[in-house]
């Protein structure tokens, strides 16, 4: 890894150990023990089935973005997005994003650049769904001024994204005589990349054409977080919690989103920090019994974590790669690593 792939990692390591000694601060161990020992786990088979559907629809998502450039069978490209989940959840720096986009490009006989460009699409599309959920369970929540702030920043960020996604799609010239201006006046080296990551936005909004592919991907998005947030949901009783969607759908986008902080492979840290953070935020518990929060984020990521990291690596030993072509994807793929990184983040 380069200099910079070593300072991301170094940060995220930092910010794990803040997130892991805040909660370990704050929590009792004793009742964290005798929590997990109560826990329901009939919920937690649930939880699976329903984490697990939510990729089958992800997967149908990715093979209607590539339509347009090639027809792809929709479980091949579940197999894909298995992939990429798998390797960011055991390698630094969200090179499993490259891992994916690489497997993609070599299956499929695709560019690297628009393996990149539709992976790209696939991440603001998610951000966009998630922030979007986010304002509209704000506004349902308690009358919690933490809440209420988050709702209206999510909500200028859902106009400003969907605008700039909008303007991409349908005002093309616009747009690139836009970005060339805003690149010229950055720093060469800033501004190239700015240019190049607008460029392969542009390429990967193919699929979003005026037509029933283009409503069935903006629908898939938004379904694809519902249902993961339905798993946040079923995963309540299990820990004696009040069934309560906006408590679920809260902690799920605040969860999401805060895992765009630098962190550890699989987000470890700073997924249970923000989830249990988002129960105390919407009442489920109190700051007395936190330890039910930690232990409920714990068995949530371990649910997330273990199935799909094992489906993930069956899927690219299936494929015909091994470790040791994940671990020089990164030389392969360096050109496109500056398009991948300003919205990489949201793939756990």
């Not at 910079?4 to 601060?25: N, P, R």
Request: glycine share 10%; charged share 15%; aromatic share 12%.
């Amino acid at each position: 890894m380069d200099r910079k792939k070593w300072l991301s990692l170094g940060v995220g390591f930092l910010v794990t150990l803040l997130c892991v000694g805040w909660l370990a601060y704050e929590v009792e161990w004793q009742k964290l023990q005798i929590q997990m020992a109560r826990v329901d786990w009939r919920w937690c088979v649930l939880a699976v089935g329903l984490y697990l559907s939510g990729h089958l629809f992800r997967g149908i998502r990715c093979a209607w973005i590539l339509r347009p450039h090639k027809q792809i069978p929709w479980f091949e490209a579940t197999q894909v997005v298995w992939i990429g989940y798998a390797t960011n959840n055991v390698l630094p720096a969200r090179l499993g994003e490259l891992v994916r986009a690489y497997v993609l490009a070599r299956r499929e006989k695709l560019s690297k650049g628009l393996a990149i460009s539709t992976l790209l699409v696939e991440r603001i599309l998610d951000g966009l769904a998630i922030v979007g959920i986010l304002v509209v369970t704000a506004f349902w929540a308690p009358t919690d001024p933490w809440i209420r702030r988050i709702g209206w920043f999510a909500g200028v960020l859902f106009v400003g994204a969907m605008s700039v996604m909008l303007m991409a799609r349908l005002a093309r010239g616009m747009f690139e005589r836009w970005l060339a201006w805003g690149a010229a006046h950055l720093p060469h080296a800033i501004g190239e990349k700015a240019e190049g990551f607008g460029h392969r936005l542009l390429d990967g909004t193919a699929c979003l054409r005026g037509d029933r592919y283009m409503v069935g991907v903006l629908w898939l998005s938004v379904l694809i977080w519902l249902v993961e947030g339905a798993m946040f949901f079923v995963l309540l009783p299990a820990f004696g919690l009040p069934m309560s969607l906006m408590t679920a759908y809260l902690a799920m986008s605040i969860t999401n989103l805060g895992v765009l902080l630098p962190s550890t492979p699989g987000h470890v840290g700073t997924f249970h920090f923000c989830c249990t953070k988002a129960l105390l935020l919407a009442g489920a518990i109190t700051v007395s019994n936190q330890s039910v929060g930690v232990g409920y984020a714990l068995v949530l990521h371990a649910l997330q974590y273990i199935p799909v990291t094992l489906i993930g690596f069956w899927s690219l030993y299936h494929y015909g790669f091994n470790l040791r072509t994940i671990w020089h994807v990164e030389d392969s793929s360096s050109n496109a690593t500056p398009a991948t990184s300003p919205s990489s983040s949201i793939a756990r």
